[in-house]
T-cell receptor, first 117, second 112 residues
Framework: DTGVSQDPRHKITKRGQNVTFRCDPISEHNRLYWYRQTLGQGPEFLTYFQNEAQLEKSRLLSDRFSAERPKGSFSTLEIQRTEQGDSAMYLC???????????????FGPGTRLTVL | GNSVTQMEGPVTLSEEAFLTINCTYTATGYPSLFWYVQYPGEGLQLLLKATKADDKGSNKGFEATYRKETTSFHLEKGSVQVSDSAVYFCALGTNTGNQFYFGTGTSLTVIP
């Protein structure tokens, strides 16, 4: 397994357009996370899935954002009616968590850099 | 709530100098603590972690000790190399594993 992959690596779009990003986690991982990172800041949590269930969403995830993980494997993050403020790096991470325990590191993908013109 | 406060950068050091990057946290419950590193043009990579108080994480000459009494997880390295130039992020993971809270990152440049 080569780790977490994300596609595309870069996306340039015009304001008002819809964009969709894909994340393929490490195959045996049951949790998948989406984060957003802006320049000079650390990643900020957006949402996470345990298998196919979306269990938590941040207040950062406005109604224009939607994420899915239909078969508990890959995930997509869609942004509708993009705004210039959506320009950021979108990071995906995965981990394996047994039950409700924590302490497991998250493995990050390379990110998708979105530029909204 | 949960949060991480990290030493602001950028930090510039000469090769073989001693490195400390400060990280303090606020948490509910019993978090795990992590340091991630981001090399230029690459994604975040786990550098080290500690899952309970007094644990010491170490990797590649870097160390950090989970200090509950001072709510700190400072990163140290005795002798930095040019190849250590990167951005370092301190992160807190909740005991339910649902999300990480990251600091703002500290950019390190090591000059020969």
């Amino acid at each position: 397994d080569t780790g977490v992959s994300q596609d595309p690596r870069h996306k340039i779009t015009k304001r008002g357009q819809n964009v969709t990003f894909r994340c393929d986690p490490i195959s045996e991982h049951n949790r998948l996370y989406w984060y957003r990172q802006t320049l000079g800041q650390g990643p900020e949590f957006l949402t996470y899935f345990q298998n196919e269930a979306q269990l938590e969403k941040s207040r950062l995830l406005s109604d224009r954002f939607s994420a899915e993980r239909p078969k508990g494997s890959f995930s997509t993050l869609e942004i509708q009616r993009t705004e210039q403020g959506d320009s950021a790096m979108y990071l995906c991470a995965s981990s394996f968590v047994a039950g409700t325990s924590g302490g497991n590191e998250q493995f990050f993908g390379p990110g998708t850099r979105l530029t909204v013109l | 709530g949960n949060s991480v406060t990290q030493m602001e950068g950028p930090v510039t050091l000469s090769e073989e100098a001693f490195l400390t990057i400060n990280c303090t946290y606020t948490a509910t419950g019993y978090p795990s603590l992590f340091w991630y590193v981001q090399y230029p043009g690459e994604g975040l990579q786990l550098l080290l972690k500690a899952t309970k108080a007094d644990d010491k994480g170490s990797n590649k000459g870097f160390e950090a000790t989970y200090r509950k009494e001072t709510t700190s997880f400072h990163l140290e390295k005795g002798s930095v190399q040019v190849s250590d130039s990167a951005v370092y992020f301190c992160a807190l993971g909740t005991n339910t594993g649902n999300q990480f809270y990251f600091g703002t990152g500290t950019s390190l440049t090591v000059i020969p």
